[in-house]
C-alpha cells in the first residue's frame, strides 16, 4: 500500500503524468483529478468555460489560474478524496500552487509528494507526436513507443484512437515552452518544502516500482 497517497506530478507535457496515473489507478483506490481532462470534457459538453478553454488550449497556451483552480478545489471536496488523490497537470504556476495550498489547508487535505518525472526534450516532442488517446475509455498510447495491437484501435474496449489537436509539432513546442517559464519553478516550490521526488527514468513499469518504493 502507498502510505503517502495526496499526490501532485508535474512534468513537461509528455512526460508520462498521465500513463502513470493510469497504472496506479488500477492497483490503489486513488482519485486522479486532470485538469486537461476536465477541460477537454467541458469543451466536448460545449459549455460557457469549455468555450473560452478551447481556443487557449489550441495554441497550448494556459487557462486562466482562477478557473482551474476552481474547478480542483471543487474536486478535492468531495468525499472519495479521502483515499488519496493524483493533481495530474495542475498547478502549473506558482500563483496556482498557493490557491492549491490555501484550498488543501481549508479542506484538511495535506499534501504528501510531488512526483516530477523529468525527461529529456526530444523524447518528449517524439512522444507527444506520436502519441494517441481512445475516444470511449481515453486509453493513452503511442504510435512509436507504446502501440496498439491493432493501429487505430484500443485494446481495452476496442474504441477510435485519435490525435489530440494540441500535439501536433507546432503546438507541443509551445507547450513545453509554456513548462519551462511557467511550470518549471514549481520544482524548486516544491523542492524547498522538502516534497520533492524527482524521478529521470523513462521505462513505465521502473517508474511505478520506484514510486511504489518511495512512497511506502
Ligand atoms: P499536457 O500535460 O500533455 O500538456 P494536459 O491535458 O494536462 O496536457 O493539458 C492540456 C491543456 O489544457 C494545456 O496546454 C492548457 O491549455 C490546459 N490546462 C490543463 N491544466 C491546466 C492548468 N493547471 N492551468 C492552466 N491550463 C491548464
Ligand atoms: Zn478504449
Same mark, same amino acid.
Given at each position: 500500500? #502507498?502510505? @503517502?497517497?495526496?499526490?501532485?506530478?508535474?512534468?513537461?507535457?509528455?512526460?508520462?503524468?498521465?500513463?502513470?496515473?493510469?497504472?496506479?489507478?488500477?492497483?490503489?483506490?486513488?482519485?486522479?483529478?486532470?485538469?486537461?481532462?476536465?477541460?477537454?470534457?467541458?469543451?466536448?459538453?460545449?459549455?460557457?468555460?469549455?468555450? &473560452?478553454?478551447?481556443?487557449?488550449?489550441?495554441?497550448?497556451?494556459?487557462?486562466?489560474?482562477?478557473?482551474?483552480?476552481?474547478?480542483?478545489?471543487?474536486?478535492?471536496? @468531495?468525499?472519495?478524496?479521502?483515499?488519496?488523490?493524483?493533481?495530474?497537470?495542475?498547478?502549473?504556476?506558482?500563483? &496556482?500552487?498557493?490557491?492549491?495550498?490555501?484550498?488543501?489547508?481549508?479542506?484538511?487535505?495535506?499534501?504528501?509528494?510531488?512526483?516530477?518525472?523529468?525527461?529529456?526534450?526530444?523524447?518528449?516532442? @517524439?512522444? #507527444?507526436?506520436?502519441? &494517441?488517446?481512445?475516444?470511449?475509455?481515453?486509453?493513452?498510447?503511442?504510435?512509436?513507443?507504446?502501440?496498439?495491437?491493432?493501429?487505430?484501435?484500443?485494446?481495452?474496449?476496442?474504441?477510435?484512437?485519435? @490525435?489530440?489537436?494540441?500535439?501536433?509539432?507546432? $503546438?507541443?513546442?509551445?507547450?513545453?515552452?509554456?513548462?519551462?517559464?511557467?511550470?518549471?519553478?514549481?520544482?524548486?516550490?516544491?523542492?524547498? &518544502?522538502?516534497?520533492?521526488?524527482?524521478? $529521470?527514468? $523513462?521505462?513505465?513499469?521502473?517508474?511505478?516500482?520506484?514510486?511504489?518504493?518511495?512512497?511506502?
Amino acid at each position: 500500500m #502507498l502510505k @503517502q497517497k495526496n499526490l501532485i506530478f508535474i512534468g513537461a507535457p509528455g512526460a508520462g503524468k498521465g500513463t502513470i496515473s493510469g497504472v496506479l489507478l488500477e492497483k490503489y483506490p486513488l482519485v486522479h483529478i486532470s485538469t486537461g481532462d476536465i477541460l477537454r470534457d467541458e469543451i466536448k459538453r460545449d459549455t460557457e468555460l469549455g468555450r &473560452q478553454a478551447a481556443g487557449l488550449m489550441k495554441d497550448g497556451k494556459l487557462v486562466p489560474d482562477e478557473v482551474v483552480a476552481g474547478m480542483v478545489r471543487a474536486r478535492l471536496a @468531495q468525499k472519495d478524496c479521502d483515499n488519496g488523490f493524483i493533481l495530474d497537470g495542475f498547478p502549473r504556476t506558482v500563483n &496556482q500552487a498557493d490557491l492549491l495550498a490555501a484550498a488543501l489547508k481549508d479542506l484538511g487535505r495535506p499534501l504528501d509528494r510531488v512526483v516530477y518525472l523529468k525527461v529529456d526534450d526530444e523524447l518528449l516532442l @517524439q512522444r #507527444l507526436t506520436a502519441r &494517441q488517446g481512445c475516444r470511449k475509455c481515453g486509453a493513452i498510447y503511442n504510435k512509436l513507443f507504446m502501440p496498439s495491437k491493432k493501429p487505430g484501435v484500443c485494446d481495452a474496449c476496442g474504441g477510435e484512437l485519435f @490525435q489530440r489537436p494540441d500535439d501536433s509539432l507546432e $503546438t507541443a513546442k509551445n507547450r513545453l515552452a509554456v513548462f519551462y517559464k511557467q511550470t518549471s519553478p514549481l520544482i524548486e516550490y516544491y523542492d524547498r &518544502q522538502g516534497k520533492l521526488l524527482t524521478l $529521470t527514468a $523513462t521505462d513505465k513499469d521502473e517508474l511505478v516500482a520506484l514510486i511504489e518504493k518511495e512512497l511506502a
